[in-house]
């Protein structure tokens, strides 16, 4: 009765930008904790960036601060991620993921491609 959907994935060449859309829908109490994660082949999934509507942060992996900027509507329990100067080691399913604390509701993943 939860959908988490992705999308904006896709090919880019080294140095270039995606902005990835998620939307939750359903039966959805509270999304006050929205996030991203992404998970490359043969590695674990880990942290991207999030966003906590009620403490009014943003948080980001080091590995993409500064170059990824989440963002979105609280409202329409829908968020995005935008993906600039972006690298092969970018490359990875990204996952939307929310919940009101805890990361509850995941979706199916969006494949972003980098190429050198």
């Known amino acids: 009765q939860v959908h988490v959907v992705e999308s904006g994935g896709g090919l880019v060449q080294a140095g270039g930008s995606l902005r990835l859309s998620c939307v939750a829908s359903?039966?959805?109490?509270?999304?006050?904790?929205m996030g991203w994660f992404r998970q490359a082949p043969g590695k674990e999934r880990e942290f991207v960036a999030g966003i906590n509507w009620g403490r009014g942060r943003t948080s980001y992996a080091d590995s993409v601060r500064g170059r990824f900027t989440i963002s979105g509507d609280f409202a329409k329990n829908t968020v995005f991620l935008q993906l600039n100067s972006l690298n092969p080691e970018d490359t990875a399913v990204y996952y939307c993921?929310?919940?009101?604390?805890?990361?509850?509701?995941w979706g199916q993943g969006t494949q972003v491609t980098v190429t050198s």
């Open positions: 359903g039966r959805i109490s509270s999304t006050l904790s």
């Open positions: 993921a929310t919940g009101a604390v805890s990361y509850d509701y």
